[in-house]
């Protein structure tokens, strides 16, 4: 299993760009979480899937964030446009079930640097 | 709203010693589950230790232990023997069972290794 995939890993770009990260959940898993690292706020979740659906979106930080996933491998989180505060590590994990005794299995991360 | 407090943002520990990282959260819920994450300089989060809330008996990982005291809302993460390669941030996180499917984390502690 090649685990939960993130793209890019690193991702520089200018103020007032498009910033499109990407994520490649384990397959079989129903649920799909968004998170951003920042040293000021810590890990916190931005939004999250079951079967494709978003279910709750109370952490996406204001109306330049977009999150999609328009099938079960694949999802994306889109930041339009972007600004330097956005710069952060963000993270994607997905989970199998319904229950939280299942293990919420974290992607790499892509770090990313808004100018 | 349920919060996660880790009061040590760094420890040090000499290698092979045991060193005990602190962990309280505040929460209304009775059944939840608690985590410890462990994530390296390559900032990969990974997975060490859970434990059931409904559970007595502490969760046991190998050289990972932890010290769950329901009542006082505590949830130490006890390393044995400690190795180079624990050096890293260690997260603990918690999850309600019913409801929000989502972690919430504290702010970390960054666990140094002395050879």
């Known amino acids: 299993d090649a685990g939960v995939i993130q793209s890019p890993r690193h991702e520089v770009t200018e103020m007032g760009q498009e910033v499109t990260l990407r994520c490649k959940p384990i397959?079989?898993?129903?649920?799909l979480f968004w998170y951003r690292q920042t040293m000021m706020r810590g890990l916190e979740l931005l939004i999250y899937?079951?079967?494709?659906?978003?279910?709750?979106d109370s952490g996406m930080p204001e109306d330049r964030f977009s999150a999609k996933m328009p099938n079960a491998s694949f999802s994306t989180l889109k930041i339009q446009p972007s600004e330097p505060r956005d710069s952060a590590v963000y993270f994607c994990?997905?989970?199998?079930?319904?229950?939280?005794?299942?293990?919420?299995?974290f992607g790499p991360g892509t770090r990313l640097t808004v100018l | 709203a349920q919060t996660v407090t880790q009061s040590q943002p760094e420890m040090s520990v000499q290698e092979a010693e045991t060193v005990t990282l602190s962990c309280t959260y505040d929460?209304?819920?009775?059944?939840?589950?608690l985590f410890w994450y462990k994530q390296p300089p390559s900032r990969q989060m990974i997975l060490v230790i859970r434990?059931?809330?409904?559970?007595?008996q502490n969760a046991t990982e190998n050289r990972f232990s932890v010290n769950f005291q329901k009542a006082a809302k505590s949830f130490s993460l006890k390393i044995s023997d400690s190795q180079l390669g624990d050096a890293a941030m260690y997260f603990c996180?918690?999850?309600?069972?019913?409801?929000?499917?989502?972690?919430?984390f504290g702010q970390g502690t960054r666990l140094t290794i002395n050879p």
């Open positions: 994990a997905s989970r199998q079930g319904v229950f939280s005794a299942d293990t919420q299995y």
């Open positions: 397959s079989g898993h129903d649920y």
């Open positions: 899937f079951n079967n494709n659906v978003p279910i709750d």
């Open positions: 929460t209304s819920e009775s059944d939840y589950y």
């Open positions: 434990q059931e809330a409904y559970k007595q």
């Open positions: 996180a918690y999850e309600v069972i019913q409801g929000a499917q989502k972690l919430v």
